[in-house]
């Protein structure tokens, strides 16, 4: 099955040049290596900060489009990965072991929906 890791709460991440960056991508990359051993990676990004997001919401047909997150929240998704697990108990101990939740990031573990014919998504 597969399960959607968000990663919340990781804007002060370390950037090149910061002492830091060097220990968080060998543990990132340690943590893919991880996946794949496993054969449960499928994918994984981060995203660029909250100040670059645009929200999209459609009223009464018309697109209002707004410069940042539509949620007001001291949290904000900052990346994620989507790993083909087991069951959920897989699923949590790798969440567990997403270096970002050692950074002091929030890990949300949600399982992907399959809809009977539904075009799109990971089958």
């Given amino acids: 099955m597969h399960y959607m890791f968000l990663i919340y709460n990781c804007e ?14 060998t543990r990132v ?10 054969n449960v990676f ?6 660029k900060p909250v100040a670059t997001a645009t929200t999209v919401r459609v009223r009464d047909g018309k697109a209002l489009v707004t410069d940042g997150p539509f949620a007001e929240t001291h949290e904000h998704l900052g990346g ?3 790993l083909d697990c087991r069951d959920l108990d897989e699923a949590l101990e790798l ?8 950074f002091g990031a929030t890990i949300e573990v949600r399982p992907v929906d399959h809809i009977p014919g539904l075009n799109h998504g990971v089958a």
């Fill in 80 to 82: 994620y990965y989507l």
């Fill in 29 to 38: 990359n340690a943590f893919a290596d991880e996946c794949r051993r496993r």
């Fill in 42 to 47: 499928v994918s994984g990004d981060p995203l």
């Fill in 95 to 102: 969440a567990e072991m997403i270096p970002q939740a050692h």
């Fill in 12 to 25: 002060d991440r370390p950037h090149p040049g910061d002492p830091r960056f060097e220990e968080i991508l």
